[in-house]
């Protein structure tokens, strides 16, 4: 794909978000990937709704992040299969992020997770990005987000080992993070923990990665929350049914 410049309503001579592509043509690698994303986001979302009460944060799954600018165009993003981005709209003049541009933003993800197809050897590649001549050697994913993109933190989920992999970016290097007593990894700026949850969802049994607050409890998804307050409801229902039947053993009518 060329990229034409419109100097008119780009004068910078820099593509934005309506220019560049949203997707590289490749398909998404297996049918967990996809519902894995949206547990994150749903489970995640009323902590951040408290902490940007603005509303500015923005969520991308399996969407680009743009770090530089190569022909073709593709070339010069990673997609993380999920990433937050605080204190930023989640629109742009009017329309919705097709991808995340690093030259026109000021603020980095706070978490980048990549979930594991293969053996994980893309994940943690650190190869770096050297140039002779015209030639240039092809950056490794772990060498971008390290050197580039710089998000504080980055996971590396692996559902076939029901692990996750957790670094921390610290000065300008990335350190593995050890895991606490729960064996999660905490996220501090937004009160969580990351680990992983063996169980059902949407149909399908896995050991799925989640998130918890800093007590140790699981945050639930809109269905959980749902279910988990019909069962409240049932609960309230029955013990209200058995004080009626009580006063009706008494030789009272109940009026409840």
Known sequence: MKFSLDVENNPTGWPDHTQLPESDGTFVKNFQEHPQSILLTDSITP????????????????????????????RGAEAPDWFYVPNVPPTLD??????????????????VLEFVSGNGTEERDRTPLLRSGKQETKAGKFWIYENVIHPAFYGIYEVSKAS????HFIEDRYELVVANDRGHYPIPQLGVELGIWQGTYQ??????LRWWDSEGNLLLSGAERAEKERQRADRAEDQLEQLRAQLRSAGLEPEL
Do not use: K
């Open 203 to 208: 149909n399908v049994e896995l050991p799925w």
């Open 164 to 167: 996750v992999e957790v670094y």
């Open 94 to 111: 009017g329309q919705l992020r097709r991808s995340y541009v690093m030259w026109q933003e000021f603020v980095s993800p706070l978490i």
């Open 47 to 74: 902590i951040l709704q408290s902490i940007h009460a603005d509303g500015n944060y923005c969520i991308g799954q399996d969407s680009g992040i743009y770090w530089r600018l190569t022909d073709p165009l593709e």
